[in-house]
């Protein structure tokens, strides 16, 4: 286990860890491999919930059921996915077959409908195959398990073009007793701030109000999920949902709470790392890439910069060629839409600065070359503006991006 401020990172942890939560995955028949493609995290009790979704204007049916589910009660107990359809645009039978779910996994874990969330990744526009997913949920009781092996299955379920799983968990003290927080990801192609195809579930045991994790999530997905980017596409289908069974025994978390701050921390570092796995895993990807934007006039302006940035193709496709052009790079800050001192800019590449005052500066282009050629890479960007930063991540731009998703429905 690794210590991380207040909290302390659990290896190995899964949705599973924290108290009352149970997981499972199966293979429906959706996805042409034997890879699980239905899967399902099942609290002992009604868990306080809270989501965030795409705000792309075509909403695929699942996340409207899941809204609804939450704003009844802001409670769920179940919460089921399935991948290789995503059961978008596909108009009113879509949406029925979103209900049908909703009612077959309620019935199948004894829960009232309004304490199921529901939620689809994979291909738009096809009708979801629901005799398979039928005889999926009927299934699934018997493979849902508080083990870590349970969390390993779900995860492996939540995967389309994904080519390893995204997980975390820690621990912290609040209020004397022992608090989980534990998350679990999809996400590799069409990912870009403001969600993107990505599907995040974080489970906690601890005693918090809905309200509270609503207006916690909020927060940190503006600051981690809402600052990657792969390709620049935002899917119909993102959702990241947060349930807290309150098994841990603490008193009720929420602003004001002298535990507060150490929660949110951990909340924030569980959201972290799940969106620099998602990054990390762009589809085609060699290198994770992290801008950071220091000194600017505000935190808006900064995550607005950051995130041009880690967005420009010409910037992700000179990483992917280690090519140290930084000119790439300057002209992505400059067209942010956010005003910037054209005299006072510094960029660096990990520790190779290349413009300092706006003004080249004379580096080592094998050095730089060498660096690039990392599974990592840094561009540090200072604007002497101001007091506020930001981070972005993404990942290069390379050849088989464009192989897979020239084929991605075959």
């Given at each position: 286990m690794a210590q991380q401020n207040e909290f302390v990172v659990v290896e190995n942890g899964s949705v599973t860890t924290p108290k009352g939560f149970r997981a499972g995955g199966l293979h429906c028949g959706l996805k042409k491999t034997e890879r699980n493609d239905?899967?399902?995290?099942?609290?002992?009790?009604?868990?306080?919930?809270?989501?965030?979704?795409?705000?792309n204007s075509f909403q695929a049916a699942p996340l409207q059921v899941t809204k609804e589910s939450i704003a009844a009660e802001g409670k769920l107990q179940v919460m089921l996915v399935n991948s290789g359809n995503a059961n978008a645009c596909t108009g009113k039978q879509g949406e029925e077959d979103a209900r049908t779910m909703r009612s077959l996994a309620a019935k199948a874990f004894g829960v009232p409908d309004h304490y199921v969330g529901v939620t689809s990744t994979g291909v738009i526009g096809e009708l979801l195959k629901m005799d398979k997913v039928s005889a999926g949920i009927a299934g699934l009781p018997t493979r849902v398990s508080a083990s870590d092996e349970g969390g390993e299955q779900f995860s492996q379920a939540i995967l389309t073009t994904d080519l390893v799983k995204k997980t975390v968990c820690v621990k912290l003290t609040v209020g004397g007793q022992t608090v989980h927080i534990a998350g679990a990801a999809k996400g590799s192609g069409m990912i870009h701030p403001n969600m993107a195809t990505m599907l995040g579930f974080i489970t906690t045991d601890a005693a918090v109000s809905s309200a509270a994790l609503q207006q916690l999530l909020n927060g940190v997905t503006d600051s981690t999920f809402n600052m990657i980017t792969v390709d620049g596409d935002t899917s119909t289908n993102d959702m990241v949902v947060v349930m807290a069974s309150g098994l841990a025994g603490n008193d009720e978390l929420g602003e004001g709470h002298a535990d507060w701050e150490a929660f949110a921390a951990g909340f924030r570092y569980v959201g972290e790392v799940l969106a620099k796995a998602i990054a990390r895993d762009g589809e085609g990807a060699t290198k994770l890439i992290e801008v950071s934007v220091v000194h600017a006039e505000s935190e808006e302006a900064a995550r607005a910069i950051a995130k041009t940035v880690i967005g420009s193709s010409l910037v992700k496709?000179?990483?992917f060629g280690a090519d140290a052009n930084w000119g790439r790079i300057i002209a992505a800050v400059g067209r942010s839409g956010y005003p910037v001192n054209t005299e006072t800019v510094d960029i660096r590449l990990g520790d190779?600065?290349?413009?300092?005052?706006?003004?080249p500066v004379k580096f080592d282009e094998e050095k730089a070359a060498a660096y690039l050629k990392g599974d990592f890479v840094l561009i540090h960007i200072d604007l002497h503006m101001g007091n506020s930063s930001a981070t972005a991540w993404g990942c290069d731009l390379t050849y088989d991006y464009v192989r897979i998703n020239a084929?991605?429905?075959?």
């Open positions: 239905l899967g399902v995290i099942v609290c002992d009790v009604p868990a306080a919930a809270a989501g965030v979704y795409t705000l496709s000179a990483c190779i600065v290349t413009l300092e005052q706006s003004r084929a991605y429905r075959t």
